[in-house]
């Protein structure tokens, strides 16, 4: 079984991401390595794209352009919300990312930016849209992915995901996958 990265491959890695100034904007826990299904667009583009190829054991540092990576800033201004409009439990804080119901009924995140009191400042915007993405990874582990995996477009993790579908894709949107 081949151990280069290729579609409908499952790959494990370790990674840090920093930013074009060398600041980390997240890494992956030593013991939770991030484990994706290549060629299901689980991780950004540009990065699917540089993995592609490489091997068990290889380390590789790519740099991503925000095109590649989560879209260039595109302006929004930003919406002013009531703290009533939340759920009463909802924690609010900074990088929060929650779905919103469109005037075309279709659903899009929003991402908070500051909460100030009864007053929740959100947008549109991804909070990594316009950063260039530097990342370095370590690739540990290149598998065929399940038939149950292909299915369901993501990889199935040894450390006990649950694996409950009842919701609807509301992960913490920073490319671990997806929130099983
Ligand atoms: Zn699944």
């Known amino acids: 079984m081949s151990e280069i990265i290729a579609d409908k491959k499952v790959v494990k890695l370790q990674y840090v991401l920093t930013d074009a100034e060398g600041t980390e904007i997240d890494k992956s826990h030593p ?10 667009q689980n991780i950004v583009p540009g990065l699917e794209r540089q993995l592609a190829g490489k091997t068990v054991g290889d380390v590789v540092k790519a740099v991503v352009p925000a095109a590649e990576g989560y879209g260039e800033k595109r302006g929004f201004k930003d919406i002013r919300l009531n703290r009533s409009q939340f759920p009463a439990d909802a924690h609010l804080a900074a990088g929060m990312r929650f779905m919103s119901q469109g005037q075309d009924g279709r659903m899009f995140p929003l991402f908070v930016k500051k909460v100030q009191g009864p007053t929740v400042i959100v947008t549109p915007e991804h909070p990594l849209a316009g950063v260039e993405l530097h990342f370095d990874c370590t690739i540990l582990e ?18 006990g995901h649950g694996h409950g579908h009842g919701e ?3 992960g913490d949107e920073d490319d671990h996958g997806h929130a099983h």
């Open 142 to 159: 290149v598998r065929d992915a399940t038939e149950e995996e292909l299915e369901h477009g993501h990889a199935h993790g040894p450390h």
């Open 31 to 40: 013991d939770h390595p991030l484990l994706y299904l290549h060629g299901a």
């Open 168 to 170: 609807e894709e509301e």
